[in-house]
């Protein structure tokens, strides 16, 4: 069995339908490293499974290095891993078509996506009812917008900003993601380069406040 536009098209709410206007949502949640977005993420999948609703976990680039999302509280969840390639709407049509219900999408490390896999989530959100749950970093370590985040914050039904406070060295809140290289504060390179925060990594990541980040300094114990 195959699902058809005019299949899919008993599942597509028309304008005006009130179900459409108070229905499924694109939500981004955005914030630094360390700030728990990713077990915000496997929190919320949980939240929703628990009462019966059918999701589907995808990431890109997590730190496992595999097709799961991790925190670094040990919490974990297998998750369809993002390439270029995948189309998210025919993902979920696929599912449908094999007849496997989908409720919601939870995806971790959004800002990693391609531009195209945003507009895709609005597509779900916008013509199948489908509830889209995105989590990552707004900018990158030269502190400019990733252009999957970029397009989330033009895109999204909801942006917020996840306030659990990460910290810069000296104390002030920490709003940015410092690459560091050879001990020193990266300004050029690739704009994706795996990493994580820890000390003994050959190229490694540290919030810092904005004024820490724009001079550089990583504190007394750098």
Not at 95 to 101: D, K, L, P, S, Y
Request: charged share 25%; proline share 2%.
């Amino acid at each position: 069995m195959t699902l058809d536009d005019s299949a899919l098209s008993l599942t597509c709410h028309a304008a005006g339908d009130g179900r459409l206007r108070h229905g499924a949502s694109l939500k981004f949640f955005w914030g630094p490293m360390d700030c728990g977005k990713s077990t915000m993420a496997l929190q919320m999948n949980y939240n929703h499974a628990r009462q019966g609703r059918r999701g589907i976990m995808l990431t890109r680039i997590d730190r496992s290095m595999g097709p799961r999302i991790t925190s670094r509280i040990g919490l974990a969840h297998d998750a369809i891993e993002v390439t270029g390639e995948l189309d998210l709407v025919a993902l979920v049509r696929d599912r449908w078509a094999a007849g496997v219900g989908v409720d919601y999408l939870i995806c971790d490390e959004a800002s990693f996506y391609e531009e195209a896999h945003i507009d895709q989530m609005a597509e779900l959100v916008d013509r199948y009812d489908v509830d889209v749950f995105a989590f990552g970093l707004a900018t990158d370590f030269r502190a400019q917008l990733f252009p999957a985040a970029r397009r989330l914050f033009e895109l999204a039904d909801a942006v917020e900003r996840i306030h659990i406070e990460v910290l810069c060295w000296c104390g002030r809140e920490g709003q940015l993601n410092a690459r560091i290289v050879d001990g020193t504060v990266a300004r050029e390179g690739e704009q994706v380069v795996i990493g994580d925060t820890g000390a003994e990594a050959e190229v490694r990541y540290q919030v810092l406040c904005r004024r820490h980040h724009r001079a550089g300094d990583l504190g007394p114990l750098a």
